[in-house]
């Protein structure tokens, strides 16, 4: 089985970009050790401190954080960072070619009952100019202009599922040799589904479009979708989009009226971009209902979307009550 810096070097990854990838790897083996020793290691809970979104940080969002910023300044091939965990973005290496955002601990109400959380990761190109990587405008680029992204999945086995934009890998941290080897290449979402995956507790703060849709799921096989659906959630993106990216799906966290300022709760440029490219390329589709979220100009770094993405038949169908 082929390990992940042999995949990279056969399909044409930038030697320089390999080696941001790989750094990422090595934070995020890191991370998934420390996460296995849990509460051994009395790293399990809350700190006393929030996030700039107002989130309490638990003891693992920060430790998770401080090894990948501290990895990637390192890096000369970074110019800057940012973080779900970080207020501001950080300055790497002035000339560094490539710019790294990232949430650190996916799902993290998930560490302390012992349930999925992941990485999520996106590099963009820095634009060659002499601004540095404190200077959020340098970030503020559209999806669509990803050089890679991707996600680690800490469960019962740690997967790291990635894409340079020729389709999306699997690869399984084999722990006897401390590498991630290539399980499943070229990931394919099926394209239709009838499982969706959206937190129903927010039902009544949903705009209209997004409540209708819901209805007729609900509504099975006697409403005009016309199929009897199946639902889950995880509460960690990561492990729905895997599961999606498995066995098909749809994935929706909408806007609502609970804090009628906010465009959503997931963050644009750590969580949507890179799980949008990731789905794209495997086939799949992403919007935030009404256009295409690798579309969406970021204004800041910690920006939030509405997200819809999985399944691209089904995402069809919720782009269709949105825009009909
Ligand atoms: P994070 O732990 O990085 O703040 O992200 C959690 C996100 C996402 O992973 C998940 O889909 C969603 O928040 C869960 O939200 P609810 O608490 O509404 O279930
Ligand atoms: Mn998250
Ligand atoms: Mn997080």
Redesign the pocket.
Known sequence: MKRLDQVLASDGTSAELELVIKDVMVACKDIAYKLSQGELAGILGATEDENIQG?TQKML?VISNDLLKDILCANPFVKGVGS?EEDFTIAGHADGKFLVTF?P?????NIDVNLS?GTIFSILEAPADNRTGDDQEVFLQEGRKQVAAGYVLYGPSSLLVMTTGKGVNLFTLDTNIGEFVLTKPMLQIPEDTAEFAI?M??QRFWEPEMKQYIDDCLKGEEGCLGKRYNMR?V????A?VHRILIRGGIFM?PYDSRDPSKAG??RLMY?GNPMSMIVEQAGGASSTGRMDIMDVEPKGIHDRVPVVLGSKNEVAKVIAYHTK
């Open positions: 989130e969002d779900e949430d601990l996916d799902g993290s109400s959380v937190n507790s927010n959630w509460a960690s993106m990561v729905e966290y709760k997931l969580e």
